[in-house]
């Protein structure tokens, strides 16, 4: 069975750091783009951060220059580094998989396909 699990959600004050972690179990995801979405209250859940097999990066440009996405294929987990922290950063963040290998970006997966986490919160307060 397959689990992707995160964990480093907290609660910061804006302009700090956070690092979330997901932990995948049950399969190798070494070929497979992984990455990160987020849900704010009221809004529908949207694209953070991907990271192909071949380590290629992609963001969504209210993140691009803060955060920073990388995996450990070793450890089979994929990481987000969350800097200069802002309030409008405040979601639940979900990890996700694409189940098919060697594609380039998973901004485009939906909730019904994929893999995904139960998720973590983020609360970034001003």
């Known amino acids: 069975q397959v689990q992707l699990v995160e964990s480093g959600g907290g609660l910061v004050q804006a302009g700090e750091s956070l690092r979330l972690s997901c932990a995948a179990s049950?399969?190798?995801?070494?070929?497979?783009?992984m990455g990160w979405f987020r849900q704010a209250p009221g809004k529908e859940r949207e694209f953070v951060a991907a990271?192909?097999?071949?380590?290629?990066?992609t963001y969504a440009d209210s993140v691009k220059g803060r955060f920073t996405i990388s995996r450990d294929k070793a450890k089979n987990t994929v990481y987000l580094q969350m800097n200069t922290l802002k309030p409008e950063d405040t979601a639940v963040y979900y990890c996700?998989?694409?189940?098919?290998?060697?594609?380039?970006?998973?901004?485009?997966?939906?909730?019904?396909?994929?893999?995904w986490g139960q998720g973590t919160q983020v609360t970034v307060s001003s």
């Open positions: 990271i192909s097999w071949a380590a290629v990066d």
């Open positions: 996700a998989a694409d189940q098919r290998p060697f594609t380039g970006t998973i901004a485009t997966m939906t909730p019904s396909s994929g893999y």
């Open positions: 049950g399969r190798s995801f070494s070929n497979h783009a």
